[in-house]
């Protein structure tokens, strides 16, 4: 399994990003995805979660309504799109993936929001 995130970087108030998680060695479909985030100094957060099927989604409060998350079976790649950013969201965000009972976790990529 391996998870390849790409798409953080430096954006400033406001502004917005797109990342992507690049998934291969599993059956991609067949498996909900999440993103997480960890900012300095404080726990693991989930922000989303997209299903295998039908692409329900859900969201942390804390960014419901600004990040959408999206998948393409057909590329096997799970999207985070976050609009309106807050300093607050600065953190390095992970795609994960469960499967038979083990989480499996991308390298991360760094966002940080700032002026």
């Known amino acids: 399994v391996q998870l390849v995130e790409s798409g953080g970087g430096l954006v400033q108030p406001g502004g917005s990003l797109r990342l992507s998680c690049a998934a291969s060695g599993f059956t991609f479909s067949s498996y909900a995805m999440r993103w997480y985030r960890r900012a300095p100094g404080k726990e693991r957060e989930l922000v989303s979660i997209?299903?295998?099927?039908?692409?329900?989604?859900n969201y942390a409060d804390s960014v419901k309504g600004r990040f959408t998350i999206s998948r393409d079976n057909g590329k096997n790649t799970v999207y985070l799109q976050m609009n309106s950013l807050k300093p607050e969201d600065t953190a390095v965000y992970y795609c994960s993936a469960r499967i038979s009972a083990r989480d499996y976790w991308g390298q991360g990529t760094q966002v940080t929001v700032s002026s």
């Open positions: 997209i299903t295998s099927i039908g692409g329900g989604t």
